[in-house]
Every structure is written in C-alpha cells, then in structure tokens.
C-alpha cells in the first residue's frame, strides 16, 4: 500500500506504470477496495448540488469550458454561452 491517504485508482496506477507495470484498472480497483475500503469511501465525489442563480441583464456573467482530449491531433475546442 501507498503511504499517501490520497492514493486513488489513478494514483496507483500511475504508480505502477512508473515502474513498467501493466495491471488493469478493474483489478486495481478491486484490490483497493479490499484494503482501504474506508479511504475509498471518503474519497468518493458526492452528488453537486444545483442552485439557481439570477444575472441582471445578458453579458453579464458567461460561462466556457474546453475539450482538450484531440490535442494530440491538434484540436482544442471551447465553448462559451451567456449566462443570462
């Protein structure tokens, strides 16, 4: 076991691809949930709660986001939309 009380699935497996490692990901996750069962559980995400929120008039607040998953092939989206 990893001495880090954040060590996560991709924590681990980053870990072990370090040092030429190829587990699989079910079988990692598998094993962490045999022997740190708790730490697991404390590092699941919860539910995100939604609120409402008003803006005074359009261009007022926007929001983006990006998707860099193609950079590789040299495409990088993002998207923008008004909040209003």
Not at 54 to 83: E, Q, S
């Amino acid at each position: 076991r990893v001495q880090d009380e954040k060590s996560g699935l991709r924590y681990l497996r980053g870990h072990f691809r370090r040092y030429g490692l190829r587990v699989q990901k079910e079988r990692v996750r598998r094993s962490l949930k045999r022997v740190d069962a708790l730490g697991q559980a404390l590092r699941t995400r919860l539910a995100i709660r939604r609120r409402r929120y008003t803006v005074p008039r359009p261009n007022y607040l926007w929001h983006g986001d990006g998707h860099h998953k193609l950079i590789w092939w040299g495409v990088v989206i993002h998207g923008f939309i008004d909040g209003y």
